[in-house]
């Protein structure tokens, strides 16, 4: 035998994930990880994870306590009702006259596939879509580097808001939900929006920040 193999070597002795408890080990890691690396991750949090009023309770703004629990309906949703929505969604809560009070959000739609054989084969991959199973992920700040669209309402307006959206089953849904809340390119205050968000993502992440690429805006 060779003489590497009589004694454990030193890059063998690390930790390991084992005994899984339940049904579901994929999930089970990922939970795992997440408990692993939280001392160095993020202070946010996503709200379709954070389900405890803590959460929201952590920050002692008013405007948060009323704008989060009306964001939170919005993760809820799922199924094929959410093809219609953009990958990627910014979305702008206006509190009053001070812009550096307002708040931003991220709507991430999660594409579910029924299988996936190479994660860079995106047009056969259409074929594999599973549309009852997509999703959505809301965090409370601005996320990713290509926004698909904006949508800028007021607080008085949130809870509203947050209902249309859980309506929405067809495209003409869709359209009559941006028509009301969206920022399309051809609105005449578009650059003053996608300002405040470049200006919020350097308040937010002042090393991480930079310019969002606006090369995949939908215009609808």
């Known amino acids: 035998m060779p003489e590497e193999f009589d004694h454990p070597v030193d890059w063998l ?27 160095i991750g993020q202070s946010e949090h996503d709200l379709d ?13 008013d405007f948060r306590k009323r704008v989060d629990p009306a964001m939170q309906k919005i993760a809820d949703a799922s199924g094929s009702n ?16 001070d812009p550096l009070t307002d708040m931003a959000y991220t709507l ?14 995106d047009a056969s ?19 990713g580097s290509y926004p698909n669209f904006f949508f800028v309402i007021d607080i008085d307006n949130v809870e509203k808001f947050a209902e249309h959206h859980r309506s929405i089953q067809t495209r003409d849904d869709y359209e009559q939900f941006v028509a009301r809340y969206g920022v399309r390119p051809s609105n005449e ?7 405040w968000f470049h200006d919020q993502h350097a ?5 991480l920040s930079g ?5 995949r805006y939908r215009n609808r």
């Open 189 to 195: 205050n578009f650059w003053h929006h996608a300002d």
């Open 125 to 143: 991959a259409e074929a594999n879509r599973d549309f009852e199973h997509d999703s959505l992920t809301l965090v409370d700040w601005l996320e």
């Open 211 to 215: 310019l969002f690429d606006l090369n």
């Open 82 to 97: 959410l093809a219609v929505f953009p990958d990627v969604t910014f979305v702008r809560v206006r509190t009053d006259d």
């Open 13 to 39: 002795d690390v930790e390991s994930v084992s005994g899984y408890r339940t049904d579901d080990p994929q999930r089970e890691l990922y939970q795992l990880l997440e408990q692993r690396f939280r001392s």
């Open 49 to 61: 994870r954070c389900r405890q009023a803590a959460c929201i309770e952590a920050d002692n703004s």
């Open 203 to 207: 308040r937010e992440k002042p090393v």
């Open 108 to 121: 991430i739609r999660n594409n579910a596939y029924t299988h996936v054989t190479s994660m860079f084969q």
